[in-house]
Each structure stands twice: as C-alpha cells, then as structure tokens.
C-alpha cells in the first residue's frame, strides 16, 4: 500500500511540474522518503526534510575537502615573517643565504698577490678549501614615509678557508666583510605581466680587513628591483661607485671585473627546493675586455631548517682577493638558510 502510494505521489508531482526543474540529488532523496513517510506528511514537509539533508551533506564534503588556496608569494611569505619580528627589539633576521660549503673544488688557486706581497715566502694553496657566508640584518625603524619604506642595517661575512690544508696551518685565504644600510619600499606594479613587489635603495662597504698590498675595499650606492611571476623572483641590482682619491684606492679598476650591476634570479621548485642563478657583467664587448661572472646554486630541504646545498661559480669577483683573477669553482654542502 506505501509504494503505492509513493508511485502516485510522483507521478502526481511530475505531472503537476513541481518535480520539473528539480536536481537529480533532491528527486532520488523524495523517492526515497516518499516510501517510508506516513499518509500525513505532506509534500512541503518531505522538500524540507530533503533540503535540510543534502545541506549537511555538501557541508560535510566541503570540510573534507577544502578548496585549493591560490598560489603564495615566497616574498610576501616572507615579508610577513619580518612583520610578526617587528614586535621584538632584538631581532636579527637573515639576509642572504647563510650555508657552509666543505668541499669547495677551486681550480688553480690564485697565489698572485700573495706572493707579491710576500716575495721570500712559498705559498701552495689547496684546491680544497671550504667556503662559508654569514649574513644577518636588523630592522631599525618601520613605516617611515606612512606606511612604507623600512630601514634595514646588515651584515654578510664571507671566508674562504684553507681547512684542509695542515701545511700551511690551514689559514683563512680571503674574508670579506660587507656593511650596508637601505630603505626598503614594498610595491605592486604590473610590468609585462611581471608584478615588481619590492625596491630598496642602499648603500654598501665592502672590504677584505687587509692591510697594504692586499688590501681591497669598495663603496656603493646601489638599487635593487624585485620582481615576481608565479614562482619565479629575480632583482636588478644595479650601482654606482663611490670615488675615492688615488692614494686611498685599493683596486681602481675592480668595475672592469665586477660591472655595474646584477640580475639575481630564484625559482622555487615543488619539495621547497630553490634553484637559483647570479649573473654579472661590464658590459664592455671590445676586444678581450668583457668581464663578468656566472654563480648557479640549488639547495634542497634535508630536516627541519637545514639544506643540501649545490653551488658553482665562474668568473671574476667571488672574492675580493681574487677580484681580478677568474676563478671556477664548484662546491656541496649545507644552508641555514635561503633568499626566499
């Protein structure tokens, strides 16, 4: 008797259009609860109670299964992690990438300035060294053209040391030290489809902390643009030299090995690894005088903040020392931490 009813009741509800327009899921629901309620019921109590059903259950789908977040900026992600240091006065950040390389493969290290500095003395450098770079900032004042333009103070020690050299007692052949301050400007321009999000403008002293003839020192001012494309980051980081006396300069000629500029490229790979990609050029294409220098490095996530770390260079200016001398290098071993 209760199917029965129930078959009238749709074919009454499909003949009288109500069923029209009606979803698969809400018309399977009335067949069946048609079969199961009482003569009483009536046909708006059996809508509701399909209603109130197939509600919980996309609600329940929903919160199992959430819907993919867009894509997240690498930079934003990080300038909110500088945001939430803001309320310690003690902070210290990274800046560029902090890691250790300990087998750092260096081609025909270069003796040159050693030696002339040191006629009566046999220096025989390993090819093995192990390289390492320390580099932390400070902000020191938030906001200050409304709400933007941070200061930042920094700085990034790099060393090259002869570990594994017992002859020699295993020195430190170059350390670069490298002082600097910039404001820093957040951004949200659209260039070509590349969105620059970042600019800073700065100035930096770098120097090896050696006395004459190997003293080497140079001072900048410098801007940086940062721009971003999905999970693509790259800056244009170029500069200006500070002039200094004859007498005083270290090494007059170091933008004819060091250029004028930067283009820094980062791309962030699934698993957070990074591939990253530094080029530097003068520009000058006469005859034998284009100089410049090529660094690429990867590193992936090992356990918790610490990463494998891949790293070549070729060209000049990867020290100091040797800014004037072209170097290829190839090296492994851990980062701290990354750019982005």
Not at 39 to 64: F, W
Not at 100 to 116: C, H, Q
Not at 176 to 182: K, V
Not at 312 to 328: P, Q, R, T
Request: negative net charge.
């Amino acid at each position: 008797m209760m199917r029965k009813w129930a078959i009238t009741t749709a074919f009454l509800l499909v003949s009288s259009g109500v069923w029209a327009g009606t979803s698969e899921s809400m018309r399977t629901c009335l067949a069946e609860v048609m079969e199961k309620a009482g003569d009483d019921v009536t046909i708006g109590a059996l809508r509701s109670s399909c209603r109130e059903k197939l509600n919980a259950a996309e609600e329940l789908v929903t919160a199992r299964e959430p819907e993919p977040e867009g894509h997240e900026s690498a930079i934003a992600r990080r300038l909110d992690y500088e945001r939430q240091e803001r309320e310690n006065p003690f902070t210290i950040l990274p800046h560029r990438p902090n890691y250790v390389v300990f087998a750092y493969n260096t081609k025909d290290p270069n003796t040159a300035p050693y030696e002339e500095a040191f006629p009566d003395e046999e220096f025989n450098f390993d090819n093995l060294e192990t390289k390492f770079q320390i580099s932390i900032k400070v902000p020191l004042a938030y906001d200050l053209f409304g709400d933007n333009g941070d200061l930042y103070v920094a700085y990034t020690n790099r060393s090259f040391w002869q570990s594994f050299n017992n002859d020699i007692s295993s020195p430190f052949r170059d350390t670069n030290h490298e002082p600097e301050a910039w404001l820093s400007f957040t951004n949200d321009w659209e260039i070509l489809g590349l969105r620059n999000s970042l600019n800073r403008i700065g100035i930096s002293h770098q120097s090896n902390g050696r006395t004459d003839p190997l003293s080497r020192s140079w001072n900048r001012v410098y801007a940086d643009f940062i721009f971003e494309h999905d999970d693509l980051y790259f800056s244009f980081k170029p500069w200006w030299r500070i002039p200094e006396s004859d007498e005083n300069d270290d090494n007059p000629d170091i933008t004819d090995y060091m250029g004028n500029f930067e283009l820094l490229g980062v791309y962030k790979l699934p698993r957070n690894q990074t591939l990253g990609l530094m080029l530097r050029n003068n520009l000058d294409f006469s005859g034998g005088e284009n100089r410049g220098a090529v660094q690429v490095d990867y590193s992936f996530p090992i356990s918790g903040n610490l990463r494998g770390y891949l790293q070549w260079f070729n060209g000049y200016g990867e020290s100091l020392i040797d800014y004037d001398a072209k170097v290829n290098s190839l090296g492994a071993g851990i980062q701290i931490s990354d750019w982005l």
